[in-house]
Each structure stands twice: as structure tokens, then as C-alpha cells.
């Protein structure tokens, strides 16, 4: 009997440090996505921080919609709301408030998270139509680009000397947990 025992204590024991060694990697990795969590926040704010008010900017409160995004071929149409901390982009897509305002020459960069109103942004090609209005005027962009870059690329921030809209997700689409790279779509001013 008790040699029938053992082949269970040894099973119990080994059943024990898998619970164990699987308790340990979710605990790890509980721990990285709170890292993860704390940088992306950081970096969050940096980039919401407001700009210097000059003619190209407007000075608007975080959190304020400034106008909507409209994407024909989607059959969607989203609020655009100034800034792009967790809270703004639960309530539609954000405006990087750094980047200039939507109409105006120069880089305006409008983000979304992938799993909501950005999550068919990858069917988009060139020469689809997107609309923006906001308080200056309707503004069309016809889709000029799509690329994936990876999540510290700053490139897609920087200055144009055209009037261009960048919009900027997360990639892959189905990706679980923190994605590594960006889908980001250039379109260029039409009117």
C-alpha cells in the first residue's frame, strides 16, 4: 500500500511546482505589463504635453473634442479629442496635442487604439478618402501611404512641409498585450 502511495507524491509534488513555476510567470509577467504600463504613460505625457501657443496652434483643454473623423470606405466616424492619455482614447481618436491642428500646414497626428475605431484602419489603401471637421472647416485627405514601424519610432511625429494627417494605431491588429510596432497611414490635403 504504501508503495502505491508514491507514484501520487510524487505526482502531487510535481502538480505543485507547476502551479508553482506558472504562478511565478504570471506574477512576472503581471509585473512587466505594470512596467509596460508606467512607460507608455510617461511617454503618454510627454507627448500630451500642451504646446506653445503660437499661430499654428489652438490652446485646447485635454480631454475636448475638437472635431470628427470621418472614413468613407470604413463606414466610420469617430470623435477626434485633444490629447492621447488612456482616458481621451476611450472617448474616440486623440490629437497629439504637439502636432498641429487638422487643415493646417504641417504634420497633424491623430491616434487609435487597434481594437476600436482604428481596428480596420489596415484596409484602408492609397487614394481612400478621409474626412476631418472641426470648428476651421471640412478638410478631405486622400490616403498617400501605410507603413509599420516599430513603437519608439518618432518619425511619424516629425514636421511635413505639406498639410499631411498621420494616423497611427497599434500593430498587429490581433495582437494580445502590448504591441510591438505601429500601422501608421499618411494622407495628404485634397482641399
Same mark, same amino acid.
Given at each position: 500500500?504504501?508503495?502505491?502511495?508514491?507514484?501520487? $507524491?510524487?505526482?502531487? *509534488?510535481?502538480?505543485? +511546482?507547476?502551479?508553482?513555476? =506558472? !504562478?511565478?510567470?504570471?506574477?512576472?509577467?503581471?509585473?512587466?505589463?505594470?512596467?509596460?504600463?508606467?512607460? $507608455?504613460?510617461?511617454?503618454?505625457?510627454?507627448? #500630451?504635453? %500642451? %504646446?506653445?501657443?503660437?499661430?499654428? @496652434?489652438?490652446?485646447?483643454?485635454?480631454?475636448?473634442?475638437?472635431?470628427?473623423?470621418?472614413?468613407?470606405?470604413?463606414?466610420?466616424?469617430?470623435?477626434?479629442?485633444?490629447? &492621447?492619455?488612456?482616458?481621451?482614447?476611450?472617448?474616440?481618436?486623440?490629437?497629439?496635442?504637439? =502636432?498641429?491642428?487638422?487643415?493646417?500646414?504641417?504634420?497633424?497626428?491623430?491616434?487609435?487604439?487597434?481594437?476600436?475605431?482604428?481596428?480596420?484602419?489596415?484596409?484602408?489603401?492609397?487614394?481612400?478618402? *478621409?474626412?476631418?471637421? &472641426?470648428?476651421?472647416?471640412?478638410?478631405?485627405? #486622400?490616403? !498617400?501611404?501605410?507603413?509599420?514601424?516599430?513603437?519608439?519610432?518618432? !518619425?511619424?511625429?516629425?514636421? &511635413?512641409? +505639406?498639410? &499631411?494627417? +498621420? $494616423?497611427? !494605431?497599434?500593430?498587429?491588429?490581433?495582437?494580445?498585450?502590448?504591441?510591438?510596432?505601429? @500601422? *501608421?497611414?499618411?494622407?495628404?490635403?485634397?482641399?
Amino acid at each position: 500500500m504504501k508503495n502505491a502511495r508514491k507514484p501520487i $507524491l510524487v505526482l502531487a *509534488i510535481l502538480a505543485l +511546482t507547476a502551479g508553482g513555476v =506558472s !504562478t511565478g510567470v504570471a506574477l512576472v509577467q503581471i509585473h512587466r505589463m505594470n512596467n509596460f504600463k508606467s512607460s $507608455l504613460a510617461l511617454e503618454t505625457i510627454k507627448l #500630451s504635453k %500642451p %504646446p506653445v501657443v503660437n499661430a499654428l @496652434y489652438s490652446p485646447i483643454k485635454l480631454g475636448e473634442v475638437i472635431g470628427i473623423i470621418s472614413i468613407p470606405k470604413l463606414a466610420e466616424v469617430y470623435p477626434i479629442v485633444q490629447g &492621447t492619455d488612456e482616458k481621451d482614447l476611450k472617448e474616440g481618436v486623440g490629437h497629439y496635442v504637439n =502636432s498641429v491642428m487638422p487643415g493646417v500646414k504641417d504634420n497633424s497626428v491623430l491616434s487609435g487604439h487597434r481594437d476600436s475605431v482604428f481596428s480596420k484602419l489596415g484596409r484602408l489603401v492609397k487614394g481612400d478618402l *478621409i474626412i476631418v471637421k &472641426t470648428s476651421s472647416g471640412t478638410f478631405k485627405y #486622400s490616403v !498617400t501611404r501605410m507603413r509599420i514601424v516599430l513603437a519608439n519610432d518618432r !518619425t511619424v511625429i516629425v514636421p &511635413t512641409p +505639406t498639410a &499631411t494627417l +498621420t $494616423l497611427s !494605431t497599434c500593430y498587429p491588429f490581433q495582437f494580445i498585450g502590448p504591441a510591438p510596432k505601429r @500601422y *501608421i497611414v499618411s494622407a495628404r490635403l485634397l482641399s
